[in-house]
């Protein structure tokens, strides 16, 4: 696959991606002269799971809170490790943004690798001689 940083509008829509991700995912699967950029697909689909990733740990974490804060004070307890949640997804969306907007493949830990065989990548340091 191609390792160049593609164009400044690549980038550009590649780095708002990420704080976008609901509306850039589905522009890119209906728009077809997007498709064929690497550097935008990469930044795409690893904006989309990052996104879902937080969606849904947000999800479990709030209703968790919810739920245990009926019982006394573990609720409460709880809040400083949704907060903490919360700054780990804004840092993370950030530096997949900045990434990008520099024209960096960024990697961000268990979602890259996740969403590596989409992209139809072998992982960095596996080298195959045919």
């Excluded at 589905?26 to 550097?39: E, M």
């Excluded at 949640?85 to 804004?90: G, R």
């Excluded at 997949?96 to 268990?110: F, V």
Aim: charged share 15%.
């Amino acid at each position: 696959m191609d390792n160049s940083p593609g164009s400044a509008e690549d980038r550009l829509l590649a780095a708002l991606a990420y704080p976008y991700w609901y509306l850039a995912f589905p522009i890119y699967l209906l728009a077809p002269r997007y498709q064929q950029r690497p550097f935008l697909k990469y930044h795409v689909f690893q904006s989309f799971c990052l996104g879902m990733a937080v969606l849904w740990g947000g999800v479990t974490l709030w209703t968790t809170a919810a739920i245990l804060g009926k019982f006394g004070a573990f609720g409460l307890l709880l809040y400083p490790f949704i907060k903490l949640a919360e700054w780990v997804a804004f840092i993370l969306t950030w530096y997949g943004a900045a990434g990008a907007w520099l024209g960096n493949r960024t990697e961000i830990p268990y979602i890259t690798e996740f969403v590596r065989p989409f992209l139809h990548e072998r992982p960095k340091g596996n080298s195959d001689a045919q």
